[in-house]
């Protein structure tokens, strides 16, 4: 399956597909992902304990039943789990540490690996928040925001592994932005209700960054939820454990769905709550609804919304369609909502349902790259 057909990528890092394998303490290895996730476009190992506090609380977990990946030579653990990838997916490694040292040294081997390091914001066990591991350095946004900045300058390509609903997360995710990292991960979980849909958007709507979406991911429609709401990835492993088939199912359908529409993560309409990408499926704003609270967020005015989408129209196929609602493809909607009018203009100049998606998803780049106010401003 072709890197072409999605071109996703971060700095060294390229994708084949937008499907990963989560990382699952003292389960999720090489020789898992190499079993499970041979086609993933994203493997992610670990967690890994980089140092002799976060191995103590590793020992003290299993102790007690849990499964934890331990070493007494972590980076020599990193580099070998590695490079036993066989798959040729992208990797990356999650790891824990209490101290920043330890970090930098596994962020140097990584990037020398060319691998993604995942710095674990997320673990939860009690003896882990009181040794200020995983979810403990959500409340310590401070040191959060310095490790980053740290670990970004060996040139690593660095994701945040996070637990929505924990803190704000429209301003922990600002905060992820402005640090530097490259990626946010986002364990979605709403506690007692299952999947938190809202979070995603909301984790996509305060950043620009790659967005991987995590959470309950058993199935393409649970998927595809995500991707409406932003996310560039969807990851899995609880999942695996109950399908062994379901990285292979993923990505089998995200792919067909690709093939057919061209934007396989395009979002929902703003007026179905839909993220700023919307924008690119709104009407012409003549009239009171979702779509001027939506743009003007950006800082744009209505007049200035509506010549941003007319200049990119200029010289494209968008700049088609007389006959349509407000007289250009620039103001329709969404190719999997019914519209005879949309779709006849469609055959008549021939550009079809994928190439036209593929247009509207350079129009909503445009769109907030042309913003006054920054994305990660907005809110």
Sequence with gaps: ?????????????????????????????????????SNAGLVILGAFNLDKASIAVASALVARGRKEFISDEPMELIKKEIRAVTSGSAVAVNVRSTTLEPLIEAAKIVKEEGAILELNAHCRQPEMLEAGLGEALLHDIPRLSAWIKAIKETGVVLSVKVRANVVNDIELARII?????????????????GTDLDAILNYRDATR?????????????????????????????????EN??????????????????????????????GDFRGL?????PVKPCPVHEKFQKLGYTAEEFARTKFDFAKGTMLEYGEDTCFGS??????????????DGVLNTIGLSDSEYMKLKKQLADYVLDHARIPVNESH
């Design 244 to 273: 062994s088939g379901l990285i292979q199912e993923l990505v089998e359908n995200v792919t067909s769905y690709q093939q057919s529409i061209g934007w396989y993560n395009a979002p929902k309409h703003v007026c179905s709550e």
């Design 209 to 241: 960054l790659f967005l991987i979406g995590n959470n309950s991911v058993k199935d393409f429609e649970a998927a595809k939820e995500m991707f409406t709401r932003g996310a560039d990835m969807v990851s899995a492993a609880r999942g695996v454990l």
């Design 280 to 284: 690119a499926f709104c009407c012409l």
């Design 177 to 193: 932005d402005k640090a530097g990292a490259d990626i946010i991960h986002v364990d979605a979980e709403m506690e007692g209700f």
């Design 329 to 342: 493809l620039v103001w329709c909607c969404k190719i999997t909502k019914p519209c005879w009018i949309r």
């Design 1 to 37: 399956m072709s890197d072409c057909l999605f071109d996703l990528h971060i700095g060294y890092v390229r994708f084949k597909n937008p499907i990963a394998l989560a990382p699952m303490a003292g389960t999720v290895d090489s020789a898992f992902a190499n079993q499970y996730a």
